[in-house]
């Protein structure tokens, strides 16, 4: 199959914060030397920010640095925090944490409530009156390589296949777009970037990445009940003591709060569903009074890295380089990875722009992680490093490790833990835990599945060939089902799989609702089998996302 080709000084795959810095600092560097570099910028969502969900509390930090005159230039960070609570829920109950005995890590002034789609949006403005090209709607879909193996772009996916793989009537294939250097920033869990860190064993060395699924609602409430700026996070209840997962509750401007629960992917009882877990959150007294006689208006969910320092790859490769958190650039105990994504970014684009300026291309961009080990970033990172390892202890022993490990040494303890065991491998038998209980949504505070989906304004083509592939068809029933109950029924947020039989209950088979899916790349992480593999389906497609 003939492709179309176009020719770039630099590729980057993901509209995300750590993909627009890059670009963006990329022109910024050519213009202080008088010099042009084509920057090509591909995004599958249908427009940039379709795809962006975050909490989202920012540091401004590194925006400030790559872009001193945003708030003159009209950045959509309008909300400074205003006051920050911590509780420690039960099931009916909560107790504060005085912020005096709360980590440093965990104090947001100076910190801005956000929507990071918004912010993208806006970094993708100041992109393009910079002169990058964007092409929203353009799913990177295959890595390609030269004669000596370096990567040399990536190839947009074929538009017009029907499911059985074969071309429709309006077929037309992907486009090749060809660089010196190619950026990755598609954010966790990147189908390239996986397939990068095997191809070029970046993981040799690292602990195994930790994740977390986040799902979140955007909810108008009542005025009297708004309190713009406040701040609200909580660990406990509805999680067990030795289960990792959070709560927050972030109220922006126009009498809008977001609110989401976190919820560890190292989890080990197949019965937990992460969606049943956040509904049973909104129904906390301290979290309801906010919401009752509020309107939900918005749903997602996003996988996010969570493993730190000790879980980075290598950063480099032949022709190319990971962003943001395609390589896990998230501050987990400050719940934060935006402004992580922004300056690993903006360290890329300033060791590609030297590497062009002296004429080199598809070699390793060597001076990208040297920069980033004597960054700020880096020492952050490093002070947090503890952070998971602890909770992952349970979270009684783990905040007052991590709280010793903060407040006595500042982060700096002459010790390093790791994670050592990879999240679907810590799944249990479905036989060796206890099943859970969850109540029925009441439509109110609570609600099911397929009407959250529709809020998220999810939409596939049902015609073209499943982006949610199974490497054995047979691993769904022989095993999920037979050894864990088949855990991707709760594990996705967005009700894709589902276990059906006929009509004497028997022959069960997995079916999947591609048409669902929210893009969260949980079945990808947490499948026990690892037999699910999520590839891009056609650019354009997946949620549209407003305003979070």
């Known amino acids: 199959m003939q492709r179309e080709a176009m020719e770039f000084d630099v590729v980057i795959v993901g509209g995300g914060p750590a993909g627009l810095a890059s670009a963006i600092r990329l022109k910024q560097l050519a213009a202080e030397r008088g010099s042009e570099i084509a920057v090509c910028l591909i995004e599958k969502g249908a427009e940039i920010g379709a795809h962006i969900l975050s909490g989202a509390v920012m540091d401004p930090r590194a925006l400030t640095e790559l872009l001193p005159n945003w708030k003159t230039d009209g950045a959509p960070l309008n909300v400074p925090v205003s006051e920050d609570r911590f509780f420690i829920f039960s099931e009916t109950g909560a107790t504060k944490v005085p912020n005096s005995v709360l980590p440093k890590c965990f104090h947001n002034e100076g910190n801005y409530v956000i929507s990071l789609g918004n912010v993208c949006r806006w970094l993708g403005e100041q992109a393009e009156a910079l002169g990058v090209e964007i092409y929203p709607g353009f799913a990177g879909a295959e890595v390609l390589f030269d004669e000596s193996g370096a990567v040399m772009g990536v190839a947009t996916g074929d538009m ?137 208006i918005a749903y997602g969910a996003r996988a996010l890295t969570a493993g730190g320092l000790q879980s980075l790859p290598k950063l480099t490769f032949p022709g190319g380089v990971l962003v943001g958190d395609d390589a896990g650039f998230l501050n987990a ?104 209980a969850y109540p029925k949504p009441d439509g109110v505070i609570t609600f099911d599945r397929l009407s959250s989906v529709f809020l998220s304004s999810t939409n596939h083509e049902e015609d073209q060939p499943c982006h949610l592939q199974l490497k054995d068809a047979d691993i769904p029933i022989r095993v999920n089902l037979a050894t864990y109950d088949a855990p991707e029924q709760r594990f996705c947020p967005a009700g894709v799989y589902e276990i059906v039989r006929d009509e004497n209950g028997a022959n069960p088979r997995l079916q999947i ?10 079945c990808d992480i947490k499948d026990p089998t690892q037999n699910i593999n999520w590839v891009v389906p056609q650019g354009g497609e997946g949620p549209t996302y407003p305003n979070m």
Request: aromatic letters at 10%.
């Open 333 to 436: 105990a400050r719940i934060k990875g935006s402004h992580c994504a922004i300056k690993s970014g903006a360290l890329a684009a300033e060791a590609c722009f030297a590497a062009l300026n002296g004429e080199r291309q598809r070699d390793e961009l060597t001076a990208y992680p040297e920069a980033f080990k004597q960054s700020w970033l880096y020492q952050e990172l490093h002070q947090a490093r503890n952070f998971k390892p602890w909770m992952n202890k349970g979270l009684k022993l783990g905040s007052v490790m991590f709280g010793v490990d903060q407040l006595v040494f500042g982060g700096k303890a002459p010790w390093t833990l790791h994670n050592t065991i990879p999240d679907p491998a810590k799944l249990k038998p479905a036989s060796e835990c206890a099943p859970i």
């Open 513 to 522: 609702n591609a048409q669902n899916c929210v893009h969260c790349k949980t």
């Open 160 to 296: 017009g296949r029907l499911r059985d793989g074969s071309e429709g009537p309006n077929f037309q294939p992907g486009m090749e777009l060809h660089a010196k250097y190619t950026f990755f920033a598609e954010g966790c869990r990147g189908h390239l970037g996986k397939q990068l860190q095997a191809q070029f064993n970046l993981n040799e060395g690292v602990d195994p990445q930790t994740y977390g699924v986040g799902l979140k609602e955007l909810w108008e409430i009542s005025p009297e009940k708004h309190q713009l700026g406040l701040v609200v996070h909580s660990g406990g209840w509805p999680m067990d003591s030795a289960t990792y997962g959070g709560g927050f509750l972030y109220h922006l401007e126009n009498n809008q709060v977001a609110v989401g629960f976190v919820v560890g992917l190292g989890y080990s009882n197949p019965h937990l569903a992460p969606y049943e877990e956040f509904q049973r959150f909104k129904t906390h007294p301290n979290i309801r009074a906010f919401l009752e006689g509020g309107k939900r």
